[in-house]
């Protein structure tokens, strides 16, 4: 069934297909929610509240103007899984407002941690995914939320900060501490890997 006839049926007045919705989308967005998430346990539980809030908001007519299309179908489920997520894990206030106690580098530093351009410290190249994902999952959640947004899903700092009802100085500035302790997690990552 395409992405479209889905659509049609869950706001129809039938039963709604959410087992077919959830095998159409599952394999996409459950990598969403482990980078969001600090673990496999809670990337589970988020995919299952994230999901079920967009199929909820799909499912009453007038909520979402879509053309019908799979295209419109599939950025509705990824920007309002995304958007479902944020606030899955800022309403964990325990985890989400812990402050880091490492900080990011002066301007002065002469180490480069920006993970796309070149670095005498780690070849990114040669990281597996799952080292990745798991160094990913160690960040504290602002910095973790910030580096997806704008990093891996390429939303602009505004857009970022606006999502996170944050401002762009604090974006920016837990922008460069996940770029950093990310850094630090891949390299003890990898150096406990060659042990």
């Known amino acids: 069934m395409s992405s479209a006839e889905l659509f049609t049926l869950i706001q129809g007045t039938e039963n ?70 944020i606030r899955f894990i800022k309403n964990i206030r325990s985890e989400y407002y812990v402050a880091s106690t490492v900080y990011a580098p002066g301007e002065n530093s002469t180490k480069n941690y920006n993970l796309f351009e070149n670095n005498d410290l780690i070849d990114f190249a040669e990281v597996e995914n799952d080292v990745l994902i798991k160094c990913l999952q160690l960040l504290v959640p602002s910095q973790r939320l910030v580096f997806n947004l704008h990093v891996v899903d390429g939303f602009t700092l505004e857009e970022t900060a606006n999502m996170l009802e944050s401002s762009e100085g604090t974006v920016k500035s837990n922008l460069e501490k996940a770029r950093f302790n990310l850094q630090k997690n891949i390299e003890k990552t990898l150096k406990s890997v060659k042990v």
């Open 16 to 85: 709604s297909p959410i087992r077919e919705v959830f095998e159409n989308y599952y394999g996409r967005l459950i990598p969403i929610a482990n980078r969001y998430a600090k673990n496999q346990q809670q990337a589970e539980e988020l995919f299952h509240q994230s999901f079920n809030a967009c199929v909820t908001k799909m499912m009453h007519p007038g909520s979402i103007t879509l053309k019908n299309s799979t295209s419109d179908l599939d950025q509705f489920f990824y920007k309002e899984f995304i958007l479902e997520a």
